[in-house]
């Protein structure tokens, strides 16, 4: 995108394909504690780590719920936020995904362990959907070298100094006259 010096991606189609993931998972995931059974989350499993796969290797032009979501929010205005701390957030969700699949599928790790490992991951993508708020960024922003820029809801620009309090936000609608 012409004029930020990072690669950006838009927040809105990001929270609408964490939500669009979310609502299967959900489902899912209470269907897997009323039957006493990991067997309906494995479908999931797959889909939600092919789609964080394809994010982080192929692009967010091609992921499945991304595609979906931008044609949601196509309407709505942008709002562009920092690439590489999503990216590194879909990597957290890829490596999540696979540590689940893994300990369902491979290990045959007891219910409640898949459990946790899932409902882990839905809480991540409740936050994101829900609030705004992108543990996965967060996470990036302490432990990389360089400071993440465009965060979500200017949480990086912010100043974190109780003396150097930002503005109040003006409204985006002008006064009428």
């Keep these: 995108m012409p004029g930020y010096a990072v690669p950006v991606i838009n927040e809105r189609e990001a929270r609408a394909a964490a939500g669009l993931l979310f609502l299967p ?24 780590m092919l789609d964080m796969l394809i994010r982080v290797l ?62 882990t991951c839905l809480l991540l993508l409740f936050l994101e959907t829900a609030f705004g708020i992108c543990v996965g960024c967060a996470l990036q922003s302490r432990i990389s070298r360089t400071a993440p820029q465009h965060c979500p809801g200017g949480r990086c620009e912010v100043p974190r100094d109780a003396d150097d309090r930002p503005a109040p936000h003006a409204p985006d609608v002008e006064p009428r006259s």
Excluded: H, N
């Design 58 to 119: 192929a692009g967010d032009r091609f992921a499945p719920s991304l595609l979906l979501a931008r044609l949601i929010v196509a309407r709505q205005r942008p709002e562009w936020v920092g690439a590489p701390q999503k990216v590194f957030a879909w990597w957290l969700g890829y490596g999540m995904g696979t540590t689940a699949c893994l300990a369902t599928g491979l290990l045959q790790a007891p219910l409640w362990v898949t459990l946790v490992l899932c409902g």
């Design 25 to 48: 998972g959900i489902v899912l995931y209470v269907t897997a504690i009323l039957t006493g059974t990991a067997d309906p989350l494995k479908p999931f499993g797959a889909v939600f």
